[in-house]
């Protein structure tokens, strides 16, 4: 029987693959079936994720993805070594918790910078038609419930997860015409490196509280991993400019 969620024969980029649900992206795609395009800095936690990865024409790039100008040249060289790109993953995301008068304009630029113009500017040069797989193509924006919801000590943070919101839906319109789909994945807390980090920096009673906001417990990188896989897949196929909410029940409060 045929298998709308496989994802055989597809060339899927993810940025963030050295950990976090980039890295379970990653290893969830490869064992799907998609040759899959790591991206991150930490090269040995890239190979740490390539070795994990199902059998296939896999590579991993070590960039710094804030460095705008070199973008391109680790696309195009994906695309001569196996072929035009048919899926994007923006998992690369920072994090900062700070109280809205302690921030400054640097920390805002830091967040944007990686959580938004990175991934923005990533898809731009992967819908050129050099690079694009004419078949179709499917993009895929980890943002956060807490770009609709807000949260305090969140305010740069938020906001970068709603400007890929809004900025989302605009491409997917000016996408379509070359059969590429655009969405975003909004997870709740889930259980990565880097809200480990978050939680040793905050009393236990405060870890209760947010606990207790999502009523099915926090989340695992493979309960996004899923979700993307049906985005990146054919099952998606008239899935466009939207937001799919990943949260245990936190946004149903």
């Not at 950990?19 to 899959?36: D, E, F, L, T």
């Not at 989340?219 to 990146?232: Q, W």
Request: net charge positive; with cysteine.
């Amino acid at each position: 029987m045929n298998n709308p969620f496989c994802l055989c024969n597809k060339n899927i980029i993810i940025t963030g693959a050295s950990s976090g649900i980039g890295r379970q992206c990653a290893i969830s795609c490869s064992q799907m079936g998609a040759n899959v395009i790591l991206i991150a800095r930490n090269q040995d936690r890239l190979r740490e994720t390539y070795n994990r990865l199902e059998a296939g024409n896999h590579l991993f790039y070590s960039q710094d993805i804030t460095k705008y100008n070199d973008l391109e040249s680790f696309i195009s060289d994906s695309v001569s070594k196996v072929g035009k790109i048919s899926g994007f993953v923006h998992a690369a995301g920072v994090e900062r918790t700070l109280p809205f008068r302690m921030m400054k304009p640097e920390y805002y630029e830091d967040l944007f910078s990686i959580n938004v113009i990175a991934g923005f500017e990533i898809a731009r040069i992967i819908s050129n038609k050099i690079y694009l797989d004419a078949s179709g193509a499917s993009f895929v924006f980890i943002a956060s419930v807490r770009g609709i919801l807000g949260q305090i000590g969140n305010v740069g943070y938020c906001s970068s997860k709603g400007a890929l919101l809004s900025g989302m839906r605009a491409i997917a319109l000016e996408l379509i015409n070359k059969k590429a789909r655009v969405n975003c994945i909004s997870p709740g807390i889930i259980e990565t490196d880097m809200t480990k980090k978050l939680f040793e920096n905050i009393p236990e009673s405060s870890k209760e509280e947010i606990l207790k906001m999502h009523p099915m417990g926090f989340g695992k990188p493979e309960d996004v991993a899923n979700a993307c896989i049906f985005l990146l897949s054919d099952a998606a196929r008239w899935v466009t400019g939207t937001n799919l909410i990943v949260d245990g029940g936190y946004s149903a409060r």
